[in-house]
């Protein structure tokens, strides 16, 4: 158990429709991350919070809105998304001092 | 920004071969990490490397930091049906819960 939960495991969702992917950990971790997983191509950091500031924003759309409400919650909000954005989602989370990730096991996202 | 060469990109073997996979820089890592990605999963740590020479083995997965600390190997030696997924390496320059940087991955395919 890598201890970082997502839900939901599977989103079907129309470019018009608004939905929100949430990650949790209870690791005592500081920090937590938004990657993107595409077929055919490498994790794509999207977002950085540490102890629920934004430290990195990777010129992510603005259709992507991230939401850290405290160190153990990280939210995806999504809006009038594109077929292209059609991906696996990953969360992640380190604990203090150390650069070693813990990713969840993925939101799996299909935009009509 | 910093970018890792993963090779091979893909890699199909017979069971019971060993395997090689190394990751090289132009940069300099302080850490230097392993991840393995099942299909349908999130990626999980296999090995975490923090010294330039630095070999450290995990059942039968052997990693070494290289000494230059612009590169690294993963070996796994006598491969097994269950190994097949993607291994990713990754670097890190910040032990402040900073970002590492990811290889595109190595895709291993073990035939029974």
């Known amino acids: 158990e890598t201890g970082v939960t997502q839900t939901p495991r599977h989103l079907v969702m129309g470019m018009t429709n608004k939905k929100s992917l949430k990650c949790e950990q209870h690791?005592?971790?500081?920090?937590m991350y938004w990657y993107k997983q595409s077929a055919k191509k490498p994790l794509e950091l999207m977002f950085v919070?540490?102890?629920?500031?934004?430290?990195e924003n990777n010129s992510v759309p603005s259709r992507f809105s991230p939401e850290c409400p405290n160190s153990s919650h990280l939210f995806l909000h999504l809006h009038t998304l594109q077929p292209e954005d059609s991906a696996l989602y990953l969360c992640?989370?380190?604990?203090?001092?150390?650069?070693?990730?813990?990713f969840g096991p993925g939101t799996r996202l299909t935009v009509l | 920004g910093q970018q890792l060469n993963q090779s091979p990109q893909s890699m199909f073997i017979q069971e019971g071969e060993d395997v090689s996979m190394n990751c090289t820089s132009s940069?300099?890592?302080?850490?230097w990490l392993w991840y393995k990605q099942d299909p349908g999963e999130g990626p999980v740590l296999l090995i975490a490397?923090?010294?330039?020479?630095e070999l450290t083995s995990n059942g039968r997965l052997t990693a070494q930091f290289g000494i230059t600390r612009k590169d690294s190997f993963l070996n796994i030696s006598a491969s097994i049906p269950s190994d097949v997924g993607i291994y990713f390496c990754?670097?890190?320059?910040?032990?402040?819960?900073?970002?590492?940087?990811f290889g595109d991955g190595t895709t291993l395919t073990v035939k029974p």
């Open positions: 990754a670097g890190s320059t910040n032990t402040n819960a900073g970002k590492s940087t």
């Open positions: 992640a989370s380190s604990p203090p001092g150390t650069d070693t990730q813990y």
């Open positions: 690791l005592g971790h500081n920090a």
């Open positions: 490397l923090y010294k330039a020479g």
């Open positions: 919070y540490n102890f629920k500031e934004q430290t």
């Open positions: 940069s300099i890592f302080n850490t």
